[in-house]
């Protein structure tokens, strides 16, 4: 019998029919590229609040897939950025 190949245009469209998480994961991961180029153009603190989205929506995909990786990156993101936001308009205004 022959197996299925792992990746396969059915298997993503069945997938996307049915899995919000599919859609999340992708939308986060363009939403920090967006804020990589932010912060590239020294665009602050909208590069943030992006990466802050972006970071949320992984940690969601980290808890639903109960993956401990995608958790430890992005997770932290929160305690890292917040700070400095709060930072930047309490004293840098």
Not at 2 to 18: G, H, R, V, W
Not at 49 to 63: C, E, K, S
Not at 78 to 91: A, E, K, N, R, V
């Amino acid at each position: 019998m022959k197996e299925a190949p792992l990746f396969s245009i059915k298997n993503l469209i069945a997938q996307t029919e049915t899995d919000h998480v599919f859609y999340i994961k992708w939308c986060s991961a363009i939403v920090i590229l967006i804020a990589m180029v932010f912060h590239v153009l020294g665009l602050t603190p909208y590069n943030s609040l992006l990466q802050l989205l972006g970071a949320a929506g992984w940690t969601y995909v980290g808890f639903k897939w109960n993956e401990k990786a995608i958790i430890t990156n992005f997770l932290p993101q929160f305690f890292i950025i917040i700070p400095g936001l709060i930072y930047l308009i309490l004293f840098k205004n």
